[in-house]
């Protein structure tokens, strides 16, 4: 995908034209500036997208797309790929979501780790997912994307070790891993769940309980990453070794 991506709520089998208006048609007609001719794709976010062409603006918040060249669903990519994501500081939070969906992860599950500094209670951490996935959304349309990651509700320790149960591959990013993730042996379908601790590190505690659930602890590289980038580093390892970045 090189033309740019705008999101609709909804894509009709068989439209010749679409009116792209409200907040997505303000950014494409007075932000971005398209102008007739130009290639534009319109996707739900979920895998479904078309290509067509801008036909004309109105005002400065519609933009008439005709062309369409048919509603096309984009498979879900094999192995799916999960990041389990500590609650890095501040804006670092934005930071680690944006980076992981340029790559490519396929879904994000926020988690309050009992070494993270930042917890979320209330309305602060409804407030703080809604930033979440909006940033996912953004994202996911700056890298071209029409499939965007799922940003899943906070997790507690006790969920996100039945979700490591139910995954074919299950990793921990932690200092006391024997073997580097490189050399992981990782299944070519089905669900690969990637945990990374916050910066205070995984506890013991943790680690055990994620253990028995069958993860594993692996190591990254030589340095220490930061919680905000050691995902996108995993992941895009995961993503060359796994085919899905051939």
């Known amino acids: 995908m090189t033309a ?4 609709v709520d909804e894509l009709t089998a068989g439209a010749s034209e679409f009116v792209l208006d409200g907040p997505e048609g303000r950014h494409a007609v007075s932000v971005k500036r398209l102008r007739p001719g130009e290639d534009v794709v319109l996707t739900d976010g979920r895998g479904r997208w078309a290509a067509g062409v801008v036909e004309a603006t109105e ?3 519609r933009l008439i797309v005709g ?13 799916r790929i999960t990041v ?18 340029e790559v490519g992860v396929d879904a994000i599950v926020p988690w309050s780790a009992s070494r993270c500094i930042t917890q979320w209670k209330g309305e602060r ?3 703080a997912l809604g930033k979440w996935r909006a940033t996912a959304r953004e994202a996911g349309k ?12 906070a997790a507690t320790t006790q969920q996100v070790a039945a979700l490591l149960a139910e995954a074919d591959f299950a990793a921990v ?8 993730l490189a050399t992981a042996d990782l299944p070519a379908e089905g ?40 995902g996108v580093a995993a992941a895009a390892l995961l993503l060359g070794r796994t085919g899905r970045w051939g």
């Not at 740019?4 to 999101?7: A, C, K, R, T, Y």
């Not at 389990?84 to 980076?99: H, I, M, N, S, Y």
């Not at 700056?142 to 509700?153: C, I, L, M, N, T």
């Open 142 to 153: 700056q890298s071209r994307r029409v499939r965007f990651p799922e940003v899943a509700d």
């Open 67 to 79: 062309g369409l060249d048919g509603v096309h669903e984009e498979p879900a990519p094999a192995p």
């Open 191 to 230: 669900e690969i769940v990637l945990v990374v601790g916050p910066e205070g590190g995984v506890s013991p505690e943790e680690l055990e309980l994620f253990a028995e659930a069958g993860a594993k602890p692996y190591v990254l590289g030589p340095t220490v990453l930061r919680t905000s980038t050691a």
């Open 173 to 180: 990013l932690h200092e006391t891993g024997e073997q580097p």
């Open 4 to 7: 740019p991506v705008f999101v």
């Open 125 to 127: 951490g409804l407030k």
């Open 59 to 61: 005002g400065k918040d």
């Open 84 to 101: 389990v994501q500590a609650l890095p500081k501040g804006d670092r939070q934005e930071l680690a979501v944006e980076t992981m969906t």
